[in-house]
């Protein structure tokens, strides 16, 4: 008689905990509020002037879609206009959140990657496949990758260079925008100031053919009463089109603040008579240290300097995969074992990680060339905006203290003589025609200041100082 069969081991229980530990749905990464800055590692050196480390929280968007709209149906300041489009941009919310990604990928590269859980069963029946228990070897193996060693420090300090870079992004966008709305109230101040000049001029217009209508049954002729009726007109129409300008230039000025179109707008207050004497070199200078283009491009350079490091060591340094396994005991196999797992990857003997570093430090060389040409790109809009600025302010100053003096003493003695019969329709009409254009250009001018100290402003990373333009003479 036959011995009995010898009872095999149940492996089913293993089976069922490895499947309910694959049906285990991993529980998502919460995103942890007010994490701590991150630190850079040793081999990081700061860039100069660069943004914290430890970057703002990011509102919540729909918390900030129900802040109340601000009113600004009153007297519009240029300050009061840009805190409220750096308020309301859904871009500089979109740049802050960029810059939170950029943070908490630095965190997770610097944890290694999670372990791998492996079930191997070997040599089942394929006359019976389901018979799992005649397998003569079952292996349930937990495996950890390991890095070469420093590859997630450096990495994680790339991605922290990055968000340096996205925050000097994001003070790239607000300075833009900023710059833009300044644009876009000077052109509304501006248009303003022309409709309140060509309304005096109709007024003058109105009041010199009422006069030329009076005289007409002593001195006058019907030419003057025409040619007075024709400038009234040409008066009536430049007052028009200013209204349509200054409607233009509102809802320019609303778009950039986020706003409706014909959301109300108050007058524009006038800016400063004002200009700069700040030195070329010290400004450019200055613009290298305050810009954030020059700051975005050093974090970049320094981004692209990790990773070359990063790769460099994945290149020369193995990477390992070790792990523990577990052997339950099996027909063949009549009792439990374990084993110990340990792969190395040899990098040296692959082109591979070696063509991925070199193309890395060709990348970190044009890193390194960016951030020379944008500190080119920023003495050369400096240069330019300064430039621009003190052409502008001796322009105004000629225009505003001889020009526009002599055009309202020549228009106030045209009119008066104009009025008492000691001049004709023709002077008088070419003095006022004098006194409208030149003040015209000076409101042009005086614009152009602005727009170049606007300008002036931006390519240097900062308010720049001001000083009050000379005393005007009064006429």
């Known amino acids: 008689m036959s011995p009995a069969p010898r009872t095999i081991p149940a492996i089913r229980p293993w089976i069922a905990l490895l499947c309910l530990a694959a049906a285990t749905p991993a529980r998502a990464a919460q995103p942890v509020p007010n ?28 918390l900030a879609d129900r802040r109340p709209a601000a009113d600004l149906s009153g007297p519009l300041t240029i300050d009061q206009a840009v805190t409220v489009a750096l308020t309301n941009n859904p871009g500089l919310r979109a740049a802050l959140h960029r810059v939170r990604s950029q943070t908490l990928l630095a965190e997770a590269e610097r944890k290694p990657g999670g372990p791998s859980l492996s079930l191997d069963i070997w040599q089942v029946p394929l006359a019976r496949p389901w018979a799992l228990q005649q397998s003569p070897m079952i292996m349930l193996a937990l495996r950890q990758p390991i890095p070469p060693a420093g590859l997630l420090k450096r990495r994680a300090a790339a991605r922290e260079h990055l968000a340096d870079a996205e925050s000097a992004d994001h003070d790239v966008r607000a300075q833009a925008l900023a710059t833009a709305v300044r644009h876009a109230f000077i052109d509304y101040a501006a248009a303003t100031a022309r409709h309140q000049l060509h309304l005096d001029h109709q007024a003058v217009s109105d009041r010199v053919l009422e006069l030329a209508q009076a005289r007409q049954s002593v001195t006058g002729t019907l030419l003057d009463i025409a040619r007075a009726e024709t ?98 005991a099996t027909k063949v196999m009549t009792y439990n074992g374990y084993g110990v797992l340990v792969n190395l990857q040899l990098p040296w003997l692959s082109g591979q990680g070696r063509k991925r570093r070199d193309a890395q430090a060709e990348l970190a060389a044009a890193a390194s060339a960016d951030l020379e040409q944008t500190a080119l790109e920023v003495a050369s809009e400096v240069a330019a905006a300064l430039v621009a600025a003190q052409s502008a302010a001796r322009r105004w100053v000629v225009l505003r203290q001889s020009a526009l003096p002599a055009s309202m003493r020549a228009r106030q003695v045209a009119l008066s003589g104009y009025a008492v019969g000691r001049a004709d329709m023709m002077a008088m009409l070419a003095a006022e025609g004098t006194y409208v254009d030149i003040a015209v250009e000076l409101i042009a001018a005086k614009s152009e200041l602005d727009h170049a100290l606007a300008d002036l402003d931006r390519a240097s990373g900062t308010r720049i100082p001001r000083s009050p333009l000379p005393v005007t003479v009064q006429p």
């Open 35 to 62: 994490a701590s800055p991150h630190a850079s590692p040793a081999a990081h050196q700061p860039v100069p002037n660069a943004s914290p480390a430890a970057h703002p929280p990011v509102p919540n968007a729909s």
């Open 231 to 328: 400038e009234a007109a040409r008066a009536q129409a430049a007052v028009a089109t200013d209204q349509t300008t200054i409607d233009a230039a509102r809802t320019r000025l609303n778009s950039l603040l986020a706003r409706p179109p014909h959301a109300p707008l108050g007058p524009p207050v006038a800016l400063p008579d004002e200009t700069t004497t700040v030195d070329a070199a010290d400004i450019i200078t200055r613009a290298r240290d305050q810009r954030p283009e020059h700051r975005a491009a050093a974090a970049r350079r320094d981004a692209a300097a990790m990773e070359f490091q990063a790769a460099r060591r994945e290149a020369n340094l193995p990477a390992a995969d070790v792990g523990l396994a577990f052997f339950p």
